[in-house]
T-cell receptor, first 112, second 110 residues
């Protein structure tokens, strides 16, 4: 079973360039999330979507945008990358906002 | 003060020992609580939900103390494979989001 899939698994990106991190789930979950994880800070929510067609800002949304055109896909875009966006990015989904969240394998992004 | 706080550790524990760690939360209206496990460079995975009455799953026991606003995780007869980072997660209706602790690192030594 695929579950939730992220691509790419890792990327080195030049500062100022744009990039889209892809996330797809096949569990028909309503809610999807993007987190970044940095050493000592834990998971921080970037953006979320409680259902297809809606999105919301999390704790650290600046510099990122998302869309939720359908249930399965929730891409995260960095319009103009900066070195502080170097991090591990996790996409997650859940049936409801207060139920178990399932995570993708993560994308390691380095902005140089 | 962070909404969810955990002792970062690391907790260095000999194999076979019992270890426990807590997680405190600041919002008294918090409703749902979870423990996740994260292995090095991997994604978090649900270990167990935490119910008001407490719950047990094999060697793992989770407790909720609403009066003091903390949840705990107890691991008995620890195995080398229990080495991981344990993340505390709290859901509150007021902000309608999961709030994650930074994690407690556990190292089980032979």
């Amino acid at each position: 079973t695929a579950g939730i899939t992220q691509a790419p698994t890792s990327q080195i990106l030049a500062a100022g360039r744009s990039m889209t991190l892809r996330c797809t789930q096949d569990m028909r979950h309503n809610a999807m999330y993007w987190y970044r994880q940095d050493l000592g800070l834990g998971l921080r929510l970037i953006h979320y979507s409680n259902t297809a067609g809606t999105t919301g800002k999390g704790e650290v949304p600046d510099g990122y945008s998302v869309s939720r055109a359908n249930t399965d896909d929730f891409p995260l875009t960095l319009a103009s990358a900066v070195p502080s966006q170097t991090s591990v990015y996790f996409c997650a989904s859940s049936d409801a906002v207060n139920t178990e969240a399932f995570f993708g394998q993560g994308t390691r992004l380095t902005v140089v | 003060r962070k909404e969810v706080e955990q002792d970062p550790g690391p907790f260095n524990v000999p194999e076979g020992a019992t270890v426990a760690f807590n997680c405190t939360y600041s919002n008294s209206a918090s409703q749902s609580f979870f423990w996740y496990r994260q292995d090095c460079r991997k994604e978090p995975k649900l270990l167990m939900s935490v119910y008001s009455s407490g719950n047990e799953d094999g060697r793992f026991t989770a407790q909720l103390n609403r009066a003091s606003q903390y949840i705990s995780l107890l691991i008995r007869d620890s195995k080398l494979s229990d080495s991981a980072t344990y993340l505390c997660v709290v859901f509150t209706d007021s902000n309608y989001q999961l709030i994650w602790g930074a994690g407690t690192k556990l190292i089980i030594k032979p």
